[in-house]
């Protein structure tokens, strides 16, 4: 592993979880870790690139010379990273945007009263895909979480994002994933693949670095 592979590059990761505030005590979010997206920032950083992770709420510390930009909420995120597109050369998109947030946020505490209440959710904007769809757009990887058929749905998903590289993770194993400290993953880009065995994040991280900075050198040099 090179330290000068992404040298002058300026990467930026999402990672973790967003939250979708309901009222002014509740959200809505998921149970991502941001483990895989800060192991991907360590390793843009050892790679000697200048990196920032917009990062949803998550327990872990900030990786030396890392530059953290904390989001809550998917709107949230999206605005960082459009503000950041013009200045970044590689985007990783790591982070478990919750699809859909409350219609309305409550400005008061929702009171408990009827046996049953409704919920109105609204999508949320796809943030990898407005970056890639920018006008000054980085060389744009996403990730695919699937417990089934993975690599087509997988590419057609690179395809319909507008994405340079994804890396496909196979959700229905419980040894890798989520909260786990290892993952395992195919990486598909247009016109060709590479499987990752089942490894730490660390190396996982790793070996992603290296793919993109052999796509980047290829495409942009
Ligand atoms: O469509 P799906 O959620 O399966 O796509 C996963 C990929 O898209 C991940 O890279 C994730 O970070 C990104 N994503 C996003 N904004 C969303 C939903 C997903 O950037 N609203």
Same mark, same amino acid.
């Given at each position: 592993f090179s330290s000068g592979l992404l040298a002058g590059k300026r990467?930026?990761?999402?990672?973790?979880?967003?939250?979708? &505030? $309901?009222?002014?005590?509740?959200? #809505?979010s998921n149970h991502s870790s941001g483990k895989m997206g800060y192991a991907l920032a360590r390793a843009a950083?050892?790679?000697?690139?200048?990196?920032?992770?917009?990062?949803?709420?998550?327990?872990?510390a900030t990786p030396d010379h890392v530059n953290r930009i904390d989001v809550q909420s998917a709107d949230d995120?999206?605005?960082?990273?459009? &503000? $950041?597109?013009?200045?970044?050369? #590689?985007?990783?998109?790591?982070a478990a945007v919750a699809d859909y947030r409350p219609g309305t946020i409550s400005t008061e505490k929702i009171k408990k009263g009827p046996e049953k209440i409704s919920l109105e959710l609204v999508r949320n904007p796809d943030i990898?895909?407005?970056v890639a769809a920018s006008e000054h757009s980085p060389f744009t990887i996403g990730f695919a979480a699937e417990t089934n058929d993975l690599l087509a749905y997988a590419s057609s998903k690179m395809e319909r994002k507008g994405l340079d590289m994804i890396v496909a993770n196979d959700v229905s194993d419980p040894a890798i994933g989520f909260n786990s400290d290892h993952n395992a993953a195919t990486v598909l880009w247009p016109g060709g693949s590479r499987v990752l065995e089942e490894a730490s994040k660390a190396t996982i991280a790793r070996d992603?670095?290296?793919?993109?900075?052999d796509r980047v050198s290829l495409i942009r040099d």
């Open positions: 990467v930026v990761i999402t990672a973790g979880p967003t939250r979708e &505030a $309901l009222d002014p005590v509740r959200y #809505i950083v050892d790679a000697g690139a200048q990196t920032i992770l917009v990062s949803g709420p998550v327990e872990l995120m999206l605005a960082q990273c459009l &503000a $950041l597109v013009a200045d970044c050369d #590689i985007f990783i998109a790591c990898v895909a407005a992603i670095i290296r793919l993109i900075a």
